[in-house]
T-cell receptor, first 109, second 113 residues
Framework: GIQVEQSPPDLILQEGANSTLRCNFSDSVNNLQWFHQNPWGQLINLFYIPSGTKQNGRLSATTVATERYSLLYISSSQTTDSGVYFC???????????FGKGITLSVRP | NAGVTQTPKFQVLKTGQSMTLQCAQD?????MSWYRQDPGMGLRLIHY???????DQGEVPNGYNVSRSTTEDFPLRLLSAAPSQTSVYFCASSPIHYRGREYFGPGTRLTVL
């Protein structure tokens, strides 16, 4: 199956700083999504981005499918950005998602 | 829209007991799935369904059964609970899987003693 690696595993930021989270995957995909799991455990879909670039407020994401990686950018971080960020990829007709192990982000006031 | 709902939120079972985790969605999504989340492991797919009457296995299906009799509901059954099934279980749905965002329920925290 597809392998998904996320880096760095942990990240500590001061409020207001910017950050880049990386997701590498081992095969061609037709589905790539970024999720944020907040400290209460809720999983929120941030982006559906199998290719290209998208922006939503302070967050943006870029997927370079030919080079098998995706980046999530967080600008002007806030304490509410803390939590775990997951990248998940899928391929084929049913495109079952395979998740990375996540990046734990802590934003300090 | 309630989105994806799961019941119960918490459950404690003894080894060998059976139970059903409920999942429902009101977005008319064809694709539904169950994941388990263990510390340091991310989320792993247990079973999924691409429509009523159609189910298939994911990465970790052993010990779990599913059925999909309606578009809205996708229950997960533990036949004989084991301590290794202690985990947080998430149900998710999406419109047409390879084109759409996946929406998650709030999760069920299960402890098997």
């Amino acid at each position: 199956g597809i392998q998904v690696e996320q880096s760095p595993p942990d990240l500590i930021l001061q409020e207001g700083a910017n950050s880049t989270l990386r997701c590498n995957f081992s095969d061609s995909v037709n589905n790539l999504q970024w999720f944020h799991q907040n400290p209460w455990g809720q999983l929120i879909n941030l982006f559906y981005i199998p290719s290209g670039t998208k922006q939503n407020g302070r967050l943006s994401a870029t997927t370079v499918a030919t080079e098998r990686y995706s980046l999530l950018y967080i600008s002007s971080s806030q304490t509410t950005d803390s939590g775990v960020y997951f990248c998940a990829v899928g391929a084929g007709a049913n495109s079952k998602l395979t998740f990375g192990k996540g990046i734990t982000l802590s934003v300090r006031p | 829209n309630a989105g994806v709902t799961q019941t119960p939120k918490f459950q404690v079972l003894k080894t060998g007991q059976s139970m059903t985790l409920q999942c429902a969605q009101d977005m008319n999504h064809e694709y539904m799935s169950w994941y388990r989340q263990d510390p340091g492991m991310g989320l792993r797919l247990i079973h999924y369904s691409v429509g009523a009457g159609i189910t298939d296995q994911g990465e970790v299906p052993n010990g779990y059964n599913v059925s999909r009799s309606t578009t809205e509901d996708f229950p997960l059954r533990l036949l004989s609970a084991a301590p290794s099934q202690t985990s947080v279980y998430f149900c998710a749905s999406s419109p047409i899987h390879y084109r759409g965002r996946e929406y998650f329920g709030p999760g069920t925290r299960l402890t098997v003693l």
